[in-house]
Every structure is written in C-alpha cells, then in structure tokens.
DNA sequence: AATAATTTTTAGACTAATCTAAAAATATAT
DNA sequence: ATATATTTTTAGATTAGTCTAAAAATTATT
C-alpha cells in the first residue's frame, strides 16, 4: 500500500498529538499542527481510517492503529537521524536542521536509514535531545528533569529541549546555553519562575521562567 | 516561483533528451522517459512555458529556457553528488543508488547541497563516471573514448559508462569491471563488435559488443 | 432542560496531474 | 500529390488534496 508524503504528514501531526498523553487527537487540534481547515482533516483521517492507519469515531477524534504508530515513528527515526547528519557531518547548527529534516524524512528506504544510522555511530538522541527510535521502533529513555522542578544548590547538565523552535534555540544560543551545558541553581525568583544560575561553572547569568520551563537536565 | 517535484521531473527529462544533441525535444520522447502518455506532456509542457522554464512551440518540440536549464543542471548537480554519499559513506554499490538519488535530488536547501559537496571532497565525477556540476552548473569535462573505438594493442582505464541501468552495472560487476578498471585490447571481432581484452594485466576476458559500446575509457 | 457556543462533518467547488478517445497537424510512402 | 501512418493536441473525465459555507453534533451556560 502506497503512503503519500500528505498522508505522512498527518500520520505524524497525529502522532505528536497522541505523545503528550492524549486519548485521541481532535479535528481541530490536528487541523492547527497541520495548518489547513478541518474540513480537510475529517477527509484525510477517513482515508486514513479506509486504509487502517487510524482509528476514526465520528466527533470523537482519531487515534493510530499499530501500522499507524509504526508509520509514525518511522518517520520520527528518519527526522532525526538526519538531523545529526546535518549538525554532526554538514555542520549545521541546531536550529537550522528542522525544516531540511521534513523533507529528508519522506525518503523511502529503509536500508538507507539503517546505513545512515550506522554511519552516524547509532546516536541515541538528536540534536535537541530528542531521542532517537532505533530499527525496531524502541525509544531511548533517560532521566531528566526540567530546570524548574530543580532547587537552590542543585547542579546538572542539559540534556534536552521541550521546545526546539528556530527562535528559542538561537536564545539560548545567546544566552551560552546548549546540550551538554553545566548548571548549578543560584537563587530562585518564585513570583516569575526566573532564576539565578551558575553555568559551566564560570559565568552567573539569570533565565526567565519560559526557559527554566524548557531546559531539560540531568542531575 | 514554485516548482513541483512533477515539473521537476519534466524538467528533467526533457534536459536529458536535449544533452544528447537533439535541437528539442519531442512529445513523444518525453512521454517515453515520463512514462506517461502524450497528453500529459502536451499539458505540462504548457504549464512549463507558462512559468517560462520551457519554450513550446505546437508541434515543433521544446526546449529549455536558461532558467530551466539551471534548474535541471542543479538537480543533475544534487542526483550526482547524494550518490556519492550513497557509495561513498553509506556503502552501496554503484547500481543500487539511482532510485534512492530520485528521491533525495528533489530536497530544496541549496546551502545544504553545497556543504554536502564540501564533506565529499567536492568530486568532480560520480559512481558511474558522470560528470557533477559545481555550484555554478559548470561541468568538468575530461578526456574519453568509448572501447569499441580502441584499436588492438591499445590501453586505457575505465572512466566511464553510456548507460547505468541496474542489469548492465551488475553485468560489469560479475566481469569484474568497474571504474579505475586496467584494460589492454587483445583482439578484435569486427563480425559483432565483440573484443579479447586483458583486464588489470592479470586475467584475460571477452566482452560483447554492446560492453564495448558503453564503456568509456581514458587512454 | 433549553439555549448558546463550539467542534465536527457534509456538500460542493477548485487545482494539479493524470488518463482515454477523438481530432488536427505533420511526415512518409506509393 | 494523394493516401496512409504517425505524432501532437484538444476535449472531457478522474483522483488527491485542498478550500468555504452551511448543517449537524457535541459541549457549555444559564
């Protein structure tokens, strides 16, 4: 059965629905990640139900099926082990991949991918610290924690980014803050989640609440 | 102005017909490289002048426009170089890559092919010997000679191939040639082109006619 | 529970890319 | 040079993916 790269772009906006822990993804809340009209939703979920990729109960949302999901990371390995190809091998910063990464991910074969895959050393996680689904669709996990769950005098090294849009990753470029980086909470301001933080163990710079929000760690 | 991955195709082919000497290119040839009907390309050739990327005139044949020219170089430009990637990094063979780079050549960033033809050493030819425009849609030219205008007693090294259909590269493969393969010509059978040749000064083999004829050879 | 607001679906239309069948133009052969 | 064959174009239909506007269903509010 053949996919087009459209029927792709749902599965995914789909997907990423259903990750953050919802039962089933609206009409609406897709028709935004997808930025077309609902109407045009309620006719791609019922092609993708016809073709047992969803599951569709009439204004009740839509979730995956097995072949759905299976579609869906899929695509997600291939987005992100292009995105290390291109920070890692073509020099790309971190906020410059994600839309390169759309369009390499609609590349058919899978022998490419398992050979890039190989050629990239098998990372785990891509360059946002998003973690990179192996050949057989397994997940890496790890233990993290947003910055702002940590308290005054605890210390750890950023692993991953809630959000990657282009503008926030380019703030914190601005601020010397990326994947690897060493913090350690100096103070902590409650009544705008801001604090106080000493990074890499030379420099005291404070970040707003947004980013604390943001900024995932190990302790 | 955008350009579907259709008109891209179309853009294409009608170049590959044109770079083979021909003043334009016909209906019918582009339906035949297409596989699709007349039709089809009686509609897309209109659509291709409309958006002045192709000169049409009824029944006459079409040709390029300077812009379509470019476009189609820089495809050819972005074909060439990811099968580099493909046998080079990843490891396959010369005639596993064409279909792969079908799809890869139609990824848009400019910026990303230039740095991708950076981190291979900026080839100058590809897996089958073809030439890859730079940049500026230059391609390098060299000396070659097709084998079956060798004389007997002549050498010359493999360069080249006419044709890098699947079935003829694995051919070449099972005989043992490839590109940078040695070959002296031992003897010559004029009645079907066929020729005795000593390949890499270790093992001597008979070749048919159409080898002969689509192997290009730098003496 | 009835009304208002929101969400979802349906209906009907549009565009890009394709097709088949028929008509028109060009080329070939007697 | 006239008839035949081939090539190209036109006409009309089809499918995927989209839209807007209106109808239907669901959820929230009084």
């Known amino acids: ?14 997907f990423s629905i259903l990750e953050k822990g919802k039962p089933s993804a609206s009409t609406n809340s897709i028709s935004q990640k997808m930025e077309t ?4 939703v309620t006719d791609m ?6 073709k047992k990729l969803a599951i569709h109960e009439s204004h009740k949302g839509v979730k995956l099926t097995k072949e759905g999901n299976k579609i869906a990371t899929m695509l997600t390995r ?12 073509l020099d790309f910063l971190w906020d410059e991949v994600h839309e390169m990464a759309e369009e390499l991910e609609h590349i058919q074969s899978k022998e490419m991918i398992d050979r890039l895959d190989n050629f990239l050393g098998n990372p785990k996680f891509d360059p946002h ?30 692993v991953g980014v809630r959000e990657s849009s282009t503008p926030f990753l380019q703030y914190l ?10 913090i350690e909470i100096l103070e902590k301001y409650e009544y705008d989640n ?5 990074l ?18 190990q302790k």
């Open 1 to 14: 059965m053949k996919i087009s790269k459209t029927e792709e772009n749902y599965l995914k906006a789909i």
């Open 37 to 40: 009209s609902a109407a045009s």
């Open 78 to 89: 291939k987005h992100r082990l292009w995105e290390v190809f291109l920070v890692d091998k």
């Open 45 to 50: 979920v019922k092609r993708l139900a016809k």
């Open 129 to 158: 610290g998003d973690p990179i689904p192996d050949a057989d669709g397994k997940f890496a996990t790890r233990q993290q924690t947003p910055l702002n769950e940590f308290k005054v005098g605890e210390k750890g090294t950023v």
């Open 194 to 198: 801001s604090a106080k933080i000493l």
């Open 173 to 182: 470029d601005q601020l010397g803050l990326g994947l690897g980086s060493k």
């Open 200 to 217: 890499n163990k030379s420099k005291e710079i404070v970040i707003t609440g947004k980013v604390c929000l943001n900024l995932f760690l």
